[in-house]
């Protein structure tokens, strides 16, 4: 008797345990957005709004314009989602719905492997051979551009987005695809009008995730888009050095001394971009979910 | 134009479309193996870098690694699986359980360099572990936690109920027939889930940047509190900060980084088919 009531407290404490673990991310979640806050929201006290919101980031001068480093995130991401997505929607296509199986014994594990490759290898890759490529063919005076950084950032977000827009054809009804042939439809046309329409909103939340992933990017960024903190305006500010949001804070956050104006930008630069990473995931969630509320079919 | 030859360049583009992705992944690898090779050596992975990292090898950012790693696992494993347990075989869907995996989301998708921010707020100054083993550990960790509980929680879901409904009716609890029966069941995928989630942190520079990584300091960290050189920190501050870096070195460290990655990678893939075609059910 006594030993089962051991068990049975073992068992509490240990379902116990289980339960804090569960509800852990929420803390987490949590802790990181209030640290970011209680070192990040003094800029805002300190700064004025006109200063945060010019045009101009030279910290030395007391100037934290953050537009330009906005600006500069949003051009390389637009640039790599504009990119990747026609890729990698062709090549979830392709392995979902055309390949050959040996072709698709050697895609998946490919793309798996890009996933794989940490972010400072391709950094290094694309300074040292993509630079160079882009400055040649070009004729630019400088290979490390908004647009090198880009073609970049484009391959990072490919396994994203193959991936999830892979689950979205996957959750399209065979019946669809049997329907569509049946009535005397190729395989082309069942494809392109049944089943991509079908999965559409799979295929926006691909690109949701895709560019994500692409805001929030580090170091490949830094060491490939030539870290200039110019507001990219006109259209060849894509062949001319830029400046992201991210590069920025991984820049210069080690030489800046604790608790001045300068580091509490840089947290303050952090707060903007949880809250940005935090709606497009949101986004992307909410589509998740309510295609969960109503079943398998959209 | 009829409709079968509209197919016919339809599939065309769509293969040339997975050629464009596959091939600049085949130039990356080869690019680094080809270049890389003629510096690896035993002295290359086992010396301490000379010469401000001009010369000599390339230790300290290799071990600094493997403890990053370990400390990594040791704090994102049980949290990790437990998380997974209760999302998989306790939580009903609540409010509370929608909260915990929009938090999971939330988590998988804050920028690296975020994680990094946080991890110099809380740990490196607020508790002030400074810049540290523990310090960097614990950042990754968290990092890493989205993708270990979101593969573990696959893995447990995968096993079928009645496994769990006979455990019951063979007088088991609940957390007996977990144990006992579901979690062995679902070792594979789990293992598989925590080597993809650490081969994550193996290769993260932005959120060591300002937690634990160490310029160039040629000697081994004495304890949990010190700092410590790490690989892929290595290779940014000798690609961009060092002028006039002898290029094998660097091709040779992105090499040697690109092989752990990689071959944690196959690993993985082994483990997870390996027990796919063993499996009974």
């Known amino acids: 008797m006594s030993d089962s009531k051991k068990t049975h407290w073992g068992e509490f404490v240990v379902e116990a345990g289980i339960r804090v673990m569960g509800f852990s991310t929420i803390g987490f979640v949590l802790l990181i957005f209030s640290f970011l806050l209680r070192e990040g929201v003094p800029v805002f006290l300190k700064v004025s709004p006109a200063n945060f919101l010019g045009v101009r980031w030279y910290p030395t001068f007391g100037l934290f314009g953050m537009l330009p480093l906005i600006l500069g995130s949003m051009l390389v991401t637009v640039v790599a989602v504009t990119i990747a997505l026609p890729l990698g929607v062709a090549t979830a296509v392709f392995v979902r719905e055309v390949a050959p199986n040996w072709a698709r014994e050697i895609l998946k594990p490919m793309i798996e492997v890009l996933a794989g490759i940490p972010s400072v290898v391709l950094g290094f890759f694309g300074m040292t051979i993509v630079a160079p490529m882009v400055r040649e063919t070009l004729g630019v005076p400088t290979g490390l551009t908004a647009f090198a950084g880009a073609l970049i950032l484009a391959y990072m977000s490919l396994p994203t987005i193959i991936s999830v827009a892979e689950d979205a054809l996957d959750a399209v009804p065979n019946s669809y695809r049997d329907a569509a042939l049946a009535m005397g439809a190729t395989q082309w046309q069942t494809i392109w009008r049944v089943v991509v329409p079908a999965a559409r909103s799979g295929i926006v939340t691909a690109v949701m995730l895709g560019m994500g992933r692409a805001i929030g990017e580090t170091m490949a960024v830094m060491m490939v888009t030539g870290n200039a903190a110019r507001m990219p305006l006109s259209l060849n500010a894509l062949f001319r050095p830029v400046r992201t949001m991210t590069a920025t804070i991984a820049a210069e956050m080690g030489e800046v001394a604790r608790g001045s104006v300068h580091y509490h930008a840089l947290f303050g630069i952090g707060i903007a971009l949880f809250v940005l990473t935090f709606l497009v995931n949101l986004t992307a969630a909410r589509v998740i979910f309510t295609k969960r509320r109503k079943g398998g079919l959209r | ?281």
Not at chain 2, 131 to 153: D, F, Q, R
Not at chain 2, 245 to 263: F, K, R
């Open chain 2, 1 to 281: 134009m009829n409709r079968y030859q509209v197919q016919r360049i339809g599939f065309a583009a769509l293969s040339l479309a997975a050629l464009i992705v596959v091939l600049p992944i085949l130039m990356v690898i080869a690019s680094i193996v080809l270049r890389g090779i003629r510096a690896i050596g035993w002295e290359f992975l086992t010396a301490m870098p000379r010469e401000g990292m001009k010369a000599g090898g390339i230790f300290p950012a290799v071990v600094g690694t493997l403890l990053l790693t370990l400390g990594t696992a040791v704090v994102c494993i049980p949290i990790g699986v437990g998380g997974a347990i209760y999302l998989a075989e306790y939580a009903r869907d609540t409010w509370w359980t929608r909260a915990i995996r929009l938090a999971i989301v939330n988590l998988a998708g804050i920028p690296s360099i975020v994680y990094g921010l946080f991890g110099l707020g809380l740990f490196v100054l607020f508790l002030q572990f400074g810049t540290s083993l523990v310090a960097g550990s614990l950042t990754l960790a968290i990092m890493t936690l989205p993708v270990i509980i979101s593969t573990a929680e696959g893995a447990l879901r995968a096993v079928p109920t009645e496994f769990r409904t006979v455990s019951y009716s063979l007088g088991g609890t609940r957390w007996q027939g977990i144990r006992r029966i579901v979690l062995p069941q679902a070792l594979p995928g789990i293992i598989t889930g925590v080597i993809l989630g650490l081969l994550r942190a193996v290769g993260e520079t932005a959120p060591i940047l300002f937690t634990v990584a160490a310029f160039y300091l040629p000697r081994l960290p004495h304890s949990l509190f010190d700092q410590t050189m790490a690989l892929p920190y290595h290779l940014y501050v000798i690609s961009t900060q060092v002028p006039g870096m002898p290029e094998h070195i660097q091709y040779g460290t992105a090499l040697v980084l690109l092989a752990v990655v990689l071959s944690m990678n196959l690993v993985a893939t082994v483990i997870r088919s390996y027990f796919r075609r063993r499996r009974q059910w």
